[in-house]
């Protein structure tokens, strides 16, 4: 249990202790180095590491072909690196976190208070999801990210980063609605926007329909996680605090 601890004391004795500019410099620091030490050096941890175990030996000696018909070619390209460079699953479970835990970072170092960040991401996102779902960790680092320089990066930017994150994990495509709704453009430029991102989301579903059959399958088929004893009190651990934000955003802000 020690060092699931560090992952919640070591950011809470920051945020108590330290003020904002030591927080956002030297705490982030040490969050960036212990946290990616401690969920990417982890051996045998989480229930998907047999999963990665056979595809860092599947994914390098499959053909070229294969792996781009079959989707998320950026993890692919990982693993072939891993496996060039001798590390294995281990190598993809430290860049899957050091990716993971920038992104965190990244959002961190753009609010009011980072220590609060880091500790609102340990429970759920860096235990049950770093710590289990490599590819999952490493589009959502890419995607956090974008989001800690969203309004520094150019709309391009932005959706460059969001294609990229596609490439470890499909999930990642949803955030170009996001950034179709949220561009500052004329009501029919931006549903104009958003048909665009329609057919692009459109395309890599039915180009990589292999991939996305088997998400619908174990998300939802028989047996799936959605219908798992428990499935919407976790979905609803994000969901229902995201519907009270967007309610009250406005007041948030003022």
Known sequence: MYPYFILI???????????????????????????????????????????????AERLPVMPFGELVAQGEFGWSLVAIICDQLGLGVQGLAFISALVFVAGVVAVARSVEEPMLAVI??????????????????????????????????????RIALILFASTFHFTALALLFVVALEADLKPIAKGAAAAAVFVIVLYFVTVTDFRIDRYAENYFGEGGA????????????????????????????E
């Open 120 to 157: 609102a991401a340990v429970p759920y996102l860096s235990i049950a999801v770093a710590m289990s779902g490599m590819r999952q960790a490493t589009a959502m680092g890419i995607i956090f990210i974008a989001v800690g320089f969203w309004y520094r990066l150019p709309l391009w930017g």
């Open 226 to 253: 959605a219908n798992a004893e428990g499935a919407f009190l976790h979905v609803a651990l994000t969901g229902v605090p995201c519907i009270v934000y967007f309610m009250f955003r406005g007041r948030w802000i």
């Open 9 to 55: 004391g070591l950011p809470a004795f920051f945020g108590l202790f330290t003020n904002r500019q030591t927080q956002g410099g030297i705490g982030l620091l040490f969050v960036l180095v212990i946290f990616t030490g401690l969920i990417g050096l982890r051996y045998d941890i989480g229930p998907d590491w047999f999963a990665y175990t056979m595809q």
